[in-house]
């Protein structure tokens, strides 16, 4: 259940994370006052575009389209606009974990001037991504192009920030095995998932596609991580995060949004656990060390290692290193150097006898991984 926090409740001190998986109701820059510093792992942020429309919009037939004209995407000035900008980005940095990433999406009107602001506070843009839509909304006036894409910026909290979050091997294998680009293809949310009241009309103007959510939350997230969005409208990115088994916090001060938005929170099922599992590479695991082999009794001072198809030769020593005709150094460097190479990858070149058959000591390594594994589960 997406419990529902007064802005007086989320400030008055509450047990340690009782704002997990709530919708604070209030101002966003005044309710991120709520959360401790460094406790998000991803934002997504939909803020106001400040649309600056010049009246109503009709179609060719005369008949009103229904756009975002609502009082809470309207400025005074673009330098309103801008100060609000940098208020609520400060409020999320500061909730930001180190290795912590936001995204933000918005159109032409508002994208180049959330971007500008992102770098003037420091954060580290490491992509825009371009949704294309594959059924935008004409251009009716037609002295335009049509409006086709809107554009996320995803950024780190700084330029030192280098251990993010990035599933790129899940990525790259539910591309077909290709690297997944920076232009994304999906429907503008329409149908049975886009939410309506009783009236028959639109609960929420700009409600995204839980298919693009989905792909920011499964590139930047793991299970398990905090969620925050800081202009939480219908619950898109809650109803999300739930099912992928992330914890979510939103904010949101009007009351019809909140109420559908738990209500959409509420009707989610979990996928479980076995299906949540993220596919990871080898630069994804964690790093261990020939000598760690040794230091586990893996591998024994004195034993010889081999190629595999026994051409060369080497004697463990008991510091981790390897000798060879008078030469020592690591797995790599004594890889190399006994075939006259630049380059070695010792894991996969040297070999230890198992009864009558030769194993890479990567086997071993992989040993090792596991119990590293069950250590920090």
Request: hydrophobic share 40%.
């Amino acid at each position: 259940m997406a419990a529902v926090l007064s802005l007086r409740e989320a400030l008055s001190g509450l047990p340690a994370q009782s704002w997990l998986n709530s919708i604070i109701k209030g101002d966003c820059v005044a309710a991120l006052e709520a959360l401790p510093d460094k406790s998000v792992d991803v934002i997504f942020a939909d803020p106001p575009y400040n649309l600056q429309l010049g009246g109503a919009l009709h179609r060719p037939d005369q008949s009103l389209v229904d756009a975002c004209d609502d009082e809470w995407d309207q400025f005074a000035s673009f330098e309103a606009y801008d100060a609000f900008t940098r208020a609520w980005l400060l409020a999320c940095r500061r909730v930001l974990k180190p290795h912590g990433t936001i995204w933000v999406i918005g159109s032409y009107h508002n994208i180049f001037r959330v971007g500008a602001t992102l770098q003037d506070l420091d954060f580290w843009i490491l992509n825009d991504i371009v949704w294309r839509k594959t059924n935008p909304m004409p251009n009716f006036k037609g002295r335009r192009f049509q409006n086709a894409h809107e554009t996320m910026i995803w950024a780190s909290r700084d330029s030192k920030a280098k251990s993010y979050t990035f599933n790129y091997d899940a990525m790259k294998a539910a591309n077909d095995d290709v690297q997944m680009r920076s232009d994304w293809l999906f429907p503008i949310c329409s149908g049975g998932e886009r939410l309506k009241g009783g009236d028959g009309k639109k609960v929420h103007p700009t409600q995204k596609p839980e298919a693009l959510i989905a792909r920011v939350l499964l590139a930047s997230s793991k299970p398990g991580d905090v969620v925050l969005d800081p202009f939480f409208g219908s619950g898109t990115t809650g109803a999300v995060a739930k099912r992928l088994g992330r914890n979510f916090v939103g904010i949101e001060r009007e009351q019809d949004y909140i109420d559908a938005a738990r209500a959409r929170i509420e009707a989610v099922e979990p996928l479980a656990q076995a299906e949540l599992t993220v596919m990871t590479g080898k630069k994804a695991e964690p790093r261990v060390a020939f000598n760690s082999l040794v230091e586990g009794g893996l591998i024994k001072p004195g034993q010889v290692l081999t190629d595999a198809r026994r051409r060369y030769s080497a004697i463990v020593r008991a510091d981790g290193t390897l000798t060879a005709n008078g030469e020592a150094g690591s797995i790599h460097r004594l890889g190399a150097k006994v075939q006259g190479l630049d380059a070695c990858n010792g894991w996969t070149f040297w070999h230890f006898e198992e009864g009558s058959s030769l194993r890479p000591i990567d086997d071993l390594r992989a040993i090792i991984r596991k119990g590293m594994g069950e250590a920090g589960g």
